[in-house]
């Protein structure tokens, strides 16, 4: 079955980095576009930054532009979420998302904390 498996979270001090890494199973991960999405304490999710497999094309919110970098492993059936420049606003849970055929999949979500 299809499986996401999110981990890198923590706490971080605002100017910080972390590497959030999402590994994946069950389906075929080289031909599937790969996403992070965040949500914090009362707002909805918002989606981070997408990987597309064609061409290696990535996109980003405008909010996280400069400072992620989304990039994947496909040898390893993983997914990356560089974060540098980390920001109080930037307190979240992470999740991995995948969407294979007309079904949503998501990871367990990993926290996210920027503080001082």
């Known amino acids: 079955q299809v499986q996401l498996v999110e981990s890198g979270g923590g706490l971080v001090q605002p100017g910080g980095s972390l590497r959030l890494s999402c590994a994946a199973s069950?389906?075929?991960?080289?031909?599937?576009?790969m996403k992070w999405y965040r949500q914090a304490p009362g707002k909805e999710r918002e989606l981070v930054a997408t990987s597309y497999t064609v061409g290696g094309t990535t996109n980003y919110a405008d909010s996280v532009k400069g400072r992620f970098t989304i990039s994947r492993d496909n040898a390893k059936n993983t997914v990356y979420l560089q974060m540098n420049s980390l920001k109080p606003e930037d307190t979240a849970v992470y999740y991995c998302n995948a969407r294979l055929f007309s079904t949503t999949f998501w990871g367990q979500g990993t926290q996210v904390t920027v503080s001082s």
């Open positions: 069950g389906f075929t991960f080289s031909t599937t576009t």
